[in-house]
């Protein structure tokens, strides 16, 4: 049977011949969902990519302040969200939310591929303009499917604040879509004389 996410942790942690072997474990475990969650974030691969390998840096200095309380997998995505906003700001970028665009939207219906794209892109863009606390949760509920405990954990808040995240989320992200659906400069008909 293999060892547990927090049996790696503890091996890691606790040195010896075996911590680099545990360390490589957690990183191959991990590294595709890290890389998505940066991913998303960003929408851009380069940043992505120097995200997650900030976050397995996190892990590989600070892995012993891992305490157990909650799953080892919410403890580093945790790391993996802050690495992403700690880039954006050293960046000077907003994150894009979404990258694969599609993925942010139901599947596209076959009669209609073109307005599910447009509608993927009008989500991201909504996205990336909700705050950090609230996209967080609304990425990891309905992006990442997450329940509201989960995401209370990931994030390190109570669930009712989740709920209230995820709420006034979607409400902005209505707001802001029909905002992007209403024409911009109505047309008047033509009047007949």
Same mark, same amino acid.
């Given at each position: 049977?293999? $060892?547990s996410d927090?049996?790696?942790?503890?091996?890691y942690?606790a @040195?010896?011949t075996g +911590?680099?072997?545990?360390?490589?474990?957690?990183?191959?475990?991990?590294?595709r969902?890290v890389?998505?969650?940066?991913y998303?974030?960003?929408?851009d691969?380069?940043?992505?990519? *120097?995200?997650?390998?900030?976050?397995?840096?996190?892990? #590989?200095?600070?892995?012993?302040?891992?305490?157990?309380?909650a799953?080892? +997998?919410?403890?580093?995505?945790?790391?993996?969200t802050n690495?992403?906003?700690?880039?954006?700001?050293?960046r @000077?970028?907003? $994150?894009?939310?979404?990258g694969d665009? *599609?993925?942010?939207?139901? =599947?596209p219906?076959?009669d *209609? $591929?073109i307005?599910?794209? =447009? #509608? +993927?892109?009008d989500?991201?863009?909504?996205?990336a303009?909700l705050?950090?606390?609230?996209?967080?949760?609304?990425?990891?509920h309905?992006?990442?499917?997450?329940?509201?405990a989960d995401?209370a954990?990931r994030l390190g808040? $109570?669930? @009712?604040?989740?709920?209230?995240?995820? /709420?006034r989320? /979607?409400?902005?992200?209505?707001a802001?879509?029909?905002?992007?659906a209403?024409?911009?400069?109505p047309?008047?008909p033509p009047?007949l004389?």
């Open positions: 049977m293999a $060892p927090e049996e790696l942790v503890a091996a942690v @040195g010896g +911590s680099a072997a545990a360390f490589d474990e957690l990183v191959t475990r991990y590294e969902r890389y998505g969650i940066c998303r974030y960003f929408g691969p380069a940043d992505a990519e *120097d995200a997650a390998q900030e976050t397995f840096v996190v892990l #590989l200095r600070r892995a012993g302040t891992f305490r157990g309380t799953r080892f +997998s919410t403890w580093l995505y945790r790391v993996a690495a992403c906003n700690d880039l954006a700001r050293r @000077g970028r907003r $994150p894009a939310v979404g665009l *599609d993925a942010l939207a139901a =599947e219906a076959l *209609d $591929p307005g599910a794209r =447009e #509608l +993927s892109a989500l991201a863009r909504a996205l303009d705050d950090d606390d609230t996209r967080d949760a609304v990425v990891l309905d992006v990442g499917g997450l329940p509201y995401v954990a808040v $109570p669930v @009712g604040t989740v709920k209230s995240r995820i /709420h989320g /979607h409400a902005r992200l209505a802001a879509l029909r905002a992007l209403e024409p911009a400069d047309i008047d009047t004389r």
